[in-house]
């Protein structure tokens, strides 16, 4: 069974930096992404919105409200990634989930395994 662990979030200004870190573990037959879907206030699960993502290839993605403030980095023999958030906005706030998309041990169907979540709260 996978399990993620999620470390980081809190308070910080606009402007500031927060660094939010992930580490997947468990066994699994193939790994596609790891990355970030956040939740926001008043917001549904269902609601969630893709933050960014860490393939195996090292290739990373973007939401476009987020390209050149925050930046994901993955160790992916060490299934671990990383979020660094800068210049942080008001409209970051949110609850953080970090994701792998693996396929298990025991299927052969793709699921999405989630971290605890992280608060991140952007203000004066």
């Known amino acids: 069974q996978v399990h993620i662990v999620e470390s980081g979030g809190g308070l910080v200004q606009p402007g500031g930096s927060l660094n939010l870190s992930c580490t997947a573990s468990?066994?699994?037959?193939?790994?596609?992404?790891m990355g970030w879907y956040r939740q926001a206030p008043g917001k549904r699960r269902d609601q969630r919105e893709f933050?960014?993502?860490?393939?195996?290839?090292?290739?990373?993605e973007y939401r476009n409200s987020v390209k050149g403030r925050f930046t994901i980095n993955g160790d992916n023999a060490a299934n671990t990634v990383s979020l660094q958030m800068n210049d942080p906005r008001p409209e970051d706030t949110a609850d953080y989930y970090c994701?792998?998309?693996?396929?298990?041990?025991?299927?052969?169907?793709?699921?999405?395994?989630w971290g605890q979540g992280a608060q991140v709260t952007v203000s004066p």
């Open positions: 933050v960014a993502s860490f393939d195996d290839h090292g290739r990373a």
């Open positions: 994701y792998i998309l693996i396929v298990p041990l025991d299927t052969d169907l793709a699921r999405y395994i």
């Open positions: 468990g066994g699994f037959k193939k790994k596609d992404t």
